[in-house]
């Protein structure tokens, strides 16, 4: 449901934005690299794939708003996975992938750098643990079905159609299915994972 209606909703942007002046868009590409909190890994050890469009409108001389739709490979990976020696020891690793829907406002410090910050909406496509001895089965369903987090990003203007941009973002709710059957309080060590990802992209203005 999410899925299409985010769909929906961001066709009619894009249409928008080749009808009006004050609209613009493009296309993405770029790499994220992540990690998940609570999972006991720590590093942006887990590369991927981020791929997608945007539609843009200018809301002031300092201002505008813009809509994404991306396709993006989050995770977390152990540097260690196949140190047989040690594998009693070893965590497992994550590897997932959503439609995410980024809502963005952006602020033009000058011509040629935004600051932008917003709200992130993400579908699940596919997710599972790994472990010493391969991919672990998916059919008890560890994830929950959406990711919700916050962004923050900088966007630099290297040429009239090409942008640098990058991007910190972190889940506001937990990810793991598990993390809603066993709850605990907030202030508890146990507080579930959460998807953390730094992105580097291209963006490309028609």
Same mark, same amino acid.
């Given at each position: 449901?999410?899925?299409?209606?985010?769909?929906?909703?961001?066709?009619?942007?894009? !249409?928008?934005?080749?009808?009006?002046?004050?609209?613009?868009?493009?296309? =993405?590409?770029? +790499?994220?690299?992540?990690?998940?909190?609570?999972? $006991?890994?720590?590093?942006?050890?887990?590369? &991927? +794939?981020?791929?997608? &469009?945007?539609?843009?409108?200018? =809301?002031?001389?300092?201002?505008?708003?813009?809509?994404?739709?991306?396709? =993006?490979?989050?995770? !977390? *990976?152990?540097?260690?996975? $196949? /140190?047989?020696? %040690?594998?009693? %020891? +070893?965590?497992? /690793?994550?590897?997932?992938? #959503?439609?995410?829907?980024?809502?963005?406002?952006?602020?033009?410090?000058?011509?040629? +750098? *935004? =600051?932008?910050?917003?709200?992130?909406?993400?579908?699940? @496509?596919?997710?599972? #643990?790994?472990?010493?001895?391969?991919?672990? !089965? *998916?059919?008890? !369903?560890?994830?929950?079905?959406?990711? @919700?987090?916050?962004?923050?990003?900088?966007?630099?203007?290297?040429?009239? %159609?090409?942008?640098? $941009?990058?991007? @910190?973002?972190?889940? @506001?709710?937990?990810?793991?299915?598990?993390?809603?059957? $066993?709850?605990?309080?907030?202030?508890?060590?146990?507080?579930?994972?959460?998807?953390?990802?730094?992105?580097?992209?291209? %963006?490309?203005?028609?």
């Amino acid at each position: 449901m999410f899925k299409r209606f985010a769909i929906l909703i961001f066709c009619g942007f894009l !249409s928008l934005s080749n009808q009006a002046q004050d609209f613009g868009g493009g296309i =993405i590409l770029g +790499l994220s690299t992540s990690q998940v909190g609570g999972d $006991n890994l720590a590093g942006f050890y887990k590369a &991927g +794939l981020l791929i997608g &469009g945007f539609a843009n409108k200018s =809301i002031s001389e300092k201002l505008s708003f813009q809509m994404e739709m991306t396709y =993006i490979q989050k995770g !977390s *990976n152990n540097p260690n996975m $196949n /140190d047989y020696e %040690h594998a009693n %020891h +070893l965590k497992q /690793d994550i590897s997932s992938s #959503y439609i995410e829907v980024p809502l963005l406002l952006q602020y033009h410090q000058n011509n040629k +750098l *935004n =600051i932008e910050g917003g709200l992130q909406a993400a579908y699940l @496509i596919n997710a599972y #643990y790994n472990d010493l001895y391969g991919e672990m !089965s *998916n059919d008890i !369903s560890p994830f929950i079905s959406y990711d @919700i987090g916050l962004l923050l990003g900088l966007d630099y203007k290297y040429s009239e %159609h090409i942008s640098l $941009n990058t991007r @910190i973002s972190n889940s @506001i709710l937990p990810i793991g299915a598990e993390d809603y059957e $066993n709850q605990t309080s907030y202030n508890s060590s146990k507080k579930g994972k959460y998807n953390t990802v730094l992105s580097f992209a291209l %963006h490309y203005n028609f």
